[in-house]
C-alpha cells in the first residue's frame, strides 16, 4: 500500500517531477525555426541584444541572452538574440538551456566558460565547444572562427 510518495516517478519529492529542471517551475526558451539547409548553428552567451555588436557574457547558462548565428559556408546568414529565460533559475539552468540548444539544432557553441552540467549536454549531443573572451562582441568571436561577417 501507498501512501502517495513511495513508487512515483519523479524525483523522489513525491512525484513532483525531475530531478534537475524540466518541472512545472522551469520557464520555456523560445522555439526557434530550423538553421537552413546547409547552415552551421552557433550560440553564443550575451550579456545585451545587439546582434553581432552583442558582448559575450563570461557565463553561459546565466548570461541575459543567447545569440544563435546561422553560418552557411563561412559567412553570417541569419541572428536571433532571444532572451535566455532560464537564467534566473535556482538550479538545472545548464541543463535546461543545453536541451534547449540541442532542440534549435546548435552544433557549435562559443563561450568563456560552460558549467559542467551544460558541458555534458552539450557533449553528449556532439555540440562543439569554442572559447572567446568575456566582453568580446559576437563578430569578432565568429572572426576568429574563421566567419566573415
Known sequence: MSYGWRGRRGSGRGGVGPPFGGGPWTPQMPPLPAPPP???RIALPVEDSRGL????????GRASYIAVVDVAGDRVVDVNVVPNAVAGTPRGAG??????LLSIG???VVAPRVGPNLAY???QGGVRIESAPPGSRVRDALKSLGISC
Open 38 to 40: 546547409g547552415a552551421t
Open 121 to 123: 549536454v552539450l557533449q
Open 53 to 60: 555588436d552583442s558582448a559575450i557574457s563570461w557565463r553561459m
Open 95 to 100: 541543463i535546461a538551456l543545453g536541451q534547449w
Open 106 to 108: 546548435v552544433r557549435v
